[in-house]
């Protein structure tokens, strides 16, 4: 873009003084030809919306100087409450959203606010829903901390995760025997106890040298959708009773201003498990903050490691055969510690809530019978948007799907917040500043090619579109087959993809979904405040 069209005015100029205008038309259509072949052939350099100061993304190297292995297990970042009034206090969302404190695990929560945990018990959830579906994962039930092949011979990082689909009341079902079976099994243990307590001695004393497994297989109850709040109003309307900065809805919650449903993210998941459920190794999507609610009767364990690690961890599951963005892996805690990475380990019980900051990896087990609930959270904070963009560049070139909409979200951003911090301002004017060149250079070498762009707009609450090939976000020129737009199945393709396809788009239709003029005056108004009015702003909302 920065060649062609600067060209071009020279071209102009010198064919309207010698009275050959045709000349230029000819050339212009040429240039324009060739920008369409070139645009988005090295993907990043015509798309990204990293700032130009900062690299293309990559997995960071080792932090330096390494840790000392005595700070290998550090203490996790707790906050304990006594009542409502600290969990409303300004210092405790500023203490979780402070880069340096990658978890925060806040105490009594549930307590302090008397929120009704009984809602997401699963007694409650069969009485109001009993039909509603569950995803399930069969897993191994592995010792501790451990993860073993499924002959028990060697460790190993993939984590055994087979998917099916249950209801509620079949899982209730499941997670109430397997209670059962547990106490008998107890009882059974505790009546053969002196009959057999030499033989057990034995047995422990050899047991470092057998191998382990074979190994029992358990169900774990993930991902119960509890976004329609017809189903779930009061498990929902309990929830607004949280502090602004952990509700699932909020005005300085970046996710509340996409504009749509993403399930989990903007909306509650509900997971229930029994002892052994294990959630594998992962950043969440997008990098952003997540709140993840213990509602017990049992105990959850957690492992966490900074987000500056993540080039550390990518090695590991590379090394393993495991795809960091998309497998399912559990880390050895043996690598982890001879490789100097940090481990955080705590036990979240009934009514702690735990805090993800940005880009934190994180796994999980059940140690008992419980139920969570979880969310994501986009902080207004120049850290969370710029790990969210990073993490979209990079999911780009790993050929991953951003589940948040980074461009799309950018222009709600600008339309709806008052942004008072530097930083972040900058990357998102940034942002705008790109999608907006990309989108004007774009629409006049369609139309200097010849080629037709019809408008289209946008509906409310309409999601953001993607390439349904390569995944990629797809922002205002939609590029439909001729086929799905007199059908009206609008399947959307990025330029690239639909070049591919038809080098010359003949075969596809141009839709247009923002007026360029409305774009500009978005761009011209978003701009940076003060924190003073901020404030104003927010208590007009």
Not at 24 to 41: A, E
Not at 128 to 134: F, P, S, T
Not at 308 to 317: H, I, L
Not at 489 to 506: F, H, M, Q
Request: charged fraction near 20%; include cysteine.
């Amino acid at each position: 873009v920065e060649y062609i069209f600067p060209s071009l005015i020279m071209i102009s100029t010198i064919c309207v003084q010698s009275n050959t205008w045709s000349l230029f038309l000819c050339v212009y259509q040429v240039l324009t030809i060739l920008f369409l072949r070139n645009l988005g052939k090295n993907g990043l350099s015509n798309s990204s919306i990293l700032l130009d100061k900062c690299p293309p993304p990559k997995p960071p190297p080792p932090p330096y100087p390494p840790l000392p292995k005595d700070k290998l297990n550090p203490p996790t970042p707790s906050i304990y409450l006594e009542n409502k009034r600290d969990a409303f206090f300004p210092p405790l969302h500023q203490f979780c959203t402070n880069p340096n404190n990658p978890v925060t695990v806040i105490r009594g929560l549930a307590g302090a606010l008397k929120l009704d945990l009984g809602l997401f018990s699963t007694k409650t959830l069969v009485e109001a829903n009993n039909e509603h579906l569950v995803e399930v994962r069969t897993q191994l039930l592995q010792p501790l901390d451990e993860n073993w092949d499924p002959t028990g011979t060697k460790k190993i990082w993939h984590c055994e995760s087979s998917k099916s689909q249950f209801t509620i009341a079949k899982y209730a079902q499941y997670q109430a025997s397997s209670f059962q079976e547990s106490l008998r099994e107890e009882n059974e243990k505790k009546s053969h106890h002196k009959d057999h307590s030499d033989s057990e001695s034995t047995s422990s004393d050899n047991s470092g040298k057998r191998k382990r497994g074979p190994f029992k297989t358990i169900k774990f109850g993930t991902s119960v959708d509890l976004s329609d709040d017809k189903k779930w109003k009061l498990q929902l309307h309990e929830l607004t009773k949280l502090p602004a900065f952990v509700r699932v809805v909020s005005a300085g919650n970046l996710l509340s201003h996409v504009g749509h449903t993403i399930l989990g993210m903007n909306t509650v998941q509900l997971y229930m498990k029994v002892p052994g459920s294990r959630t594998p190794g992962h950043q969440e999507n997008n990098n952003f903050c997540s709140v993840n609610i213990n509602i017990g009767p049992g105990d959850c364990e957690w492992f966490v490691v900074p987000e500056n690690y993540w080039g550390v961890m990518n090695d590991f599951c590379e090394r393993n055969n495991m795809n960091f963005l998309m497998g399912s892996w559990w880390p050895n805690l043996e690598d982890l510690y001879e490789s100097n990475v940090p481990v955080y380990r705590f036990i979240q019980r009934p009514g702690d809530l735990v805090w993800i900051n940005a880009g934190t990896i994180h796994w999980v087990q059940a140690i008992g019978w419980c139920n969570n609930i979880a969310w994501n959270v986009g902080p207004l904070t120049a850290c969370q948007y710029k790990l969210a963009v990073e993490r979209y560049e990079w999911n780009k070139l790993q050929s991953v799907k951003s589940i948040v909409p980074m461009v799309h979200l950018s222009w709600n951003i600008a339309r709806n917040i008052k942004v008072p911090d530097p930083k972040l301002f900058e990357m998102i004017k940034y942002c705008l500043l790109r999608t907006l060149k990309q989108c004007q250079t774009l629409r006049e070498a369609l139309i200097a090619a010849g080629k037709e762009i019809v408008w289209h707009g946008r509906t409310k609450e309409e999601p953001a579109h993607y390439c349904s090939i390569c995944e990629v976000e797809v922002f205002n020129l939609l590029y439909v087959t001729n086929e799905s737009n007199s059908q009206k199945t609008y399947v959307v393709n990025c330029l690239d993809c639909a070049r591919k396809i038809s080098g010359n788009l003949e075969n596809f239709v141009v839709l247009e979904q923002y007026k360029m003029e409305d774009l500009m005056q978005i761009y011209d108004q978003f701009t940076l405040v003060s924190d003073e009015d901020t404030k104003k702003w927010h208590y007009k909302k």
